[in-house]
T-cell receptor
């Protein structure tokens, strides 16, 4: 089974960009890459997803390596409200979510 | 309406009780999901309903019984649970099979005593 690996935790300063890495070295050609984040005692919140091309939305950017074996979630200007656990996820052939273990993002004021 | 609503938010039940968790969405999504999440772990898929039919059961014990009365509602009936079943239970929905993302509810925090 393909593994999705992420660092356990990362720290960043407020109002600076944050780059959250993810490795998915055995991802198949049709698997999407999703990112969700979860605040304490809340459900996961959709952040962004993509297949091959880089993607931008109002929350973040997703940079996908050309070989698709890794990706990076970019928060352009982190705020204290961005502190959460960020999950890097691939979808299987049935579009079900295969979750990574998550990266706890700590934002320092 | 762009939300998935779960009730109750908290539930404490004894091992001999019968209770139900409820999930509702009005986004027209045709797939609905139950997940179980233990502390400091990612959510684990339990059940998937697609067009009101159970399509995936991830080998969940029979003390958990899902029900989808219509395309907007999803229930999880609980009976004879064990203390290790204490967890956050999350409901989610998606358009069709989820290629465009999933919407999660805030969850029900279940404690079995």
């Amino acid at each position: 089974d393909a593994k999705t690996t992420q660092p356990n935790s990362m720290e960043s300063n407020e109002e600076e960009p944050v780059h959250l890495p993810c490795n998915h070295s055995t991802i198949s050609g049709t698997d999407y890459i999703h990112w969700y984040r979860q605040l304490p005692s809340q459900g996961p919140e959709y952040v962004i997803h993509g297949l091959t091309s880089n993607v931008n939305n109002r929350m973040a950017s997703l940079a996908i390596a050309e070989d698709r074996k890794s990706s990076t979630l970019i928060l352009h200007r982190a705020t204290l409200r961005d502190a959460a656990v960020y999950y890097c996820i691939r979808t299987d052939s049935n579009y079900q979510l295969i979750w990574g273990a998550g990266t706890k993002l700590i934002i320092k004021p | 309406d762009t939300e998935v609503t779960q009730t109750p938010k908290h539930l404490v039940m004894g091992m001999t009780n019968k209770k139900s968790l409820k999930c509702e969405q009005h986004m027209g999504h045709r797939a609905m999901y139950w997940y179980k999440q233990k502390a400091k772990k990612p959510p684990e898929l339990m059940f998937v309903y697609s067009y009101e039919k159970l399509s995936i059961n991830e080998s969940v014990p029979s003390r958990f019984s899902p029900e989808c009365p219509n395309s907007s509602l999803l229930n999880l009936h609980l009976h004879a649970l064990q203390p290790e079943d204490s967890a956050l239970y999350l409901c989610a929905s998606s358009q069709d099979r989820g290629a465009y993302g999933y919407t999660f509810g805030s969850g029900t925090r279940l404690t079995v005593v």
